[in-house]
């Protein structure tokens, strides 16, 4: 965990409500694992007072030289409003890489990845990660659910790997029109996967995870909440455990991201 100070390197708008912003970075983020998080404050303002959790979208890293990290983040309130204000050469203040990872296990060749809406912000990182295994990405999965065809993002991202993408809509403006839990489910039934990876909101999180439990598939989730410090000290960012010895986790320490056993939905 280190403290720095970023530079701007852009901030792109992909639409109407989201944003992909680069940062630079020490080269300890070199070491940083999908999943993983960084805490972001603004320098010499009050208002907001606390930093805001983002998770690393994907490291910048041309030639294998860390220059930077980038976070995806949609405008929802002050801070995200004031982030998208941003632009190249300014400066925030950034806590991280923070939190725990997605875990690849070593023989994981058919591997799903589900996202729903802004949830696909760490999955990106995570399919980098995987393209740099001896994993076949044709037979990878990616499951992106959105409300409208303006909410769904990086789909080419994973196209641009090989990895196989299926698209939902609420409104059934992209794709199919039907819960994102839908197709992944009949895939799963067609097609045992090694490992199912999920971000998104706890509803689609706690219907992924049953379809997983139902089919002893393992599956691993990063959640999404709000933390006020990023470290553990302020308690804010409990969730439920399952067992006696873990009533309750806190995401920002024992996630964000959690194998699906360990939490009760």
Not at 1 to 21: D, T
Request: glycine share 10%; with cysteine; charged share 15%.
């Amino acid at each position: 965990m280190f403290q720095q100070r970023a530079e701007v390197m852009w901030n792109r708008q992909l639409s109407p409500l989201y944003y992909r912003m680069g940062l630079t970075c020490s080269t300890h983020y070199l070491q940083a694992k999908p999943g993983q998080f960084v805490m972001l404050g603004f320098i010499q303002q009050k208002d907001p007072l606390l930093r805001r959790p983002f998770s690393i979208h994907n490291l910048i890293s041309p030639d294998g030289i860390i220059k930077g990290f980038e976070i995806l983040y949609k405008v929802v309130g002050k801070a995200t409003s004031k982030l998208a204000m941003q632009k190249p050469g300014d400066v925030v203040d950034v806590l991280g890489p923070l939190g725990t990872g997605f875990i690849v296990p070593p023989q994981a060749q058919r591997i799903y990845i589900a996202a729903g809406g802004i949830g696909v912000a760490p999955l990106v990182f995570l399919a980098s990660h995987l393209s740099q295994k001896s994993i076949d990405l044709a037979g990878c999965h990616v499951f992106l659910g959105a409300r409208t065809k303006k909410d769904l993002l990086c789909g080419d991202e994973f196209s641009r790997l090989g990895i196989v993408v299926h698209t939902t809509t609420d409104d059934g403006s992209a794709g199919d029109q039907c819960l994102v839990t839908h197709p992944l489910e009949v895939a799963v039934d067609r097609h045992l996967p090694d490992i199912i990876f999920a971000c998104g909101p706890m509803d689609m999180l706690a219907c992924i995870v049953d379809v997983a439990e139902k089919k002893g598939v393992p599956c691993q989730v990063s959640i999404e909440t709000m933390m006020a410090c990023g470290i553990g000290a302020c308690l804010g960012c409990a969730v439920e455990g399952r067992t006696q010895s873990s009533t309750f986790l806190h995401a920002c320490m024992d996630g964000p991201v959690f194998d699906a056993n360990l939490l009760k939905f």
